[in-house]
């Protein structure tokens, strides 16, 4: 269970980020086992209709979308909890003090690469020449040469876009998780106890 001390003692923004990061993991430790267990299954049904001779030409495209989400819901989860990778061969031999900030300045740029990618999805998924092509893809295809709408999958015929809004989200929830880090570093709140994500995660997969 996630739990963050000294909330009342912290300006209300900051309780806002932690409050909206709290929930967006908690959304992602359900997701992140239903993905493994879907895939699984989808694996498991690829087998059986194989060998059964009814194989089922969507089950591979399901399993290789799954996968996707999995990794970049994973990947959010992961940024929350710290588990990224770090060389501390220099950091571990400088002081206490220079040790924060070059945490502060790790933590600040994964948030700069956050919006960055969050800009670049947006320019990517152009919201607003959709709108102004009143909502014709084909429309907004042939002004911007950009095909994102009309595009279809190959064997489930789902519109790309609809699965390529894992991006965007992925960049936004990266935004909530490396600021709510950040607050963390900068010593504006306590530093959440996140602990009962892995093993409740683990407790649900066994």
């Given amino acids: 269970m996630q739990t963050a001390e000294g909330l009342g003692s912290s300006p209300p923004w900051v309780r806002g980020v932690i409050w909206l990061s709290a929930k967006l993991l908690a959304a992602e430790r359900l997701a992140v086992p239903g993905l493994m267990f879907l895939i699984t299954g989808l694996i498991l049904l690829n087998v059986v209709t194989r060998y059964s001779g009814v194989s089922l030409y969507w089950v591979d495209e399901s399993a290789i979308y799954s996968v996707v989400f999995l990794c970049f ?82 064997t489930l015929n789902w519109p790309v876009w609809v699965l390529y809004l894992v991006m965007p989200l992925f960049a936004l929830s990266m935004v909530v998780h490396s600021t709510a880090n950040l607050v963390e570093d900068l010593g504006l709140i306590e530093r959440s106890n996140n602990t009962g994500f892995l093993s409740s995660s683990m407790e649900g997969l066994s």
């Fill in 73 to 154: 819901i994973g990947a959010s989860a992961m940024t929350r909890l710290r588990l990224d990778f770090a060389v501390t061969m220099l950091t571990e031999r400088l002081s206490n003090q220079a040790q924060k900030w070059l945490k502060v300045s790790a933590t600040a740029t994964v948030l700069a690469f956050s919006l960055v990618l969050l800009w670049f999805c947006v320019l990517w998924l152009d919201p607003v020449g959709m709108a102004q092509a009143g909502f014709d893809a084909r429309a907004l295809a042939a002004q911007t040469f950009n095909f994102i709408y009309t595009e279809r999958t190959q």
